[in-house]
């Protein structure tokens, strides 16, 4: 598979969605991608898309952020360094507008993460998650590859704003619970997007 088969556009788009997932361990959304290579449709992103998919140089998913890794990308990310992203912060307090960024790399052994494709870090701010012995400072470790699970402490997006929680399902109805009686269960109104799942923790003690 030859990338002299894409026009300049495309390759524009491959390119973008490649550093976005290094930089992310997740793919960009459609209006992402639409302001990077301004055009003014989704249409014109899905075309390419559409084509780029056509040509065996990415898969699509259903869902949103449906672009899985590229093969290039899961080599990257699950070279012998092993470093994870972090990125930002997520509140675990009341939700918060989600901002994200990279801070640093940090490499990690294989104990923490057995495998970095999909896994990034995010550093925690706030105290609802306390009793889950999850503190101010430290840093989570993520994978948006696991199915969330009932109980499950997930990275979430809910009505637009980020927070770390504990994922709950009460028959047709899910929501996200605190671990701080201080602070109340948060129900979405819109719409709950789990980003990922907590499968990890780091926490540095000193200056």
């Excluded at 793919?27 to 992402?32: A, C, G």
């Excluded at 890794?69 to 992203?85: N, T, Y």
């Excluded at 970095?116 to 925690?124: A, D, H, Q, S």
Aim: proline share 6%; with cysteine.
């Amino acid at each position: 598979m030859s990338e002299t088969n894409l026009s300049p556009r495309q390759q524009e788009v491959l390119d973008f969605i490649e550093k976005y997932q290094l930089s992310y361990g997740a793919s960009p959304t459609v209006k992402e991608l639409r302001e990077e290579i301004k055009v003014s449709s989704d249409n014109s992103v899905l075309k390419h898309l559409d084509a780029l998919e056509k040509k065996g140089f990415i898969q699509r998913a259903p869902v949103p952020r449906g672009i899985k890794l590229l093969q290039s990308v899961k080599e990257k990310m699950e070279s012998s360094d092993r470093k994870l992203p972090v990125m930002g912060s997520v509140p675990a307090g009341n939700p918060a507008p989600c901002e994200e960024n990279i801070e640093s790399w940090v490499s990690i052994g294989e104990t923490m993460a057995p495998k970095v494709e999909g896994c990034f870090m995010l550093r925690v701010t706030g105290n609802s998650m306390i009793d889950a012995g999850i503190h101010e400072d430290d840093i989570v470790i993520v994978n948006q590859n696991s199915e969330p699970r009932a109980n499950d402490i997930v990275v979430a997006l809910i009505d637009g704003e980020n927070t770390v929680k504990r994922f709950i399902k009460n028959g047709s109805k899910t929501y996200l619970q605190a671990e701080n009686p201080e602070y109340h269960d948060i129900y979405p109104v819109n719409e709950l997007l789990i980003q990922g799942v907590v499968t990890g923790l780091i926490r540095k003690y000193g200056p």
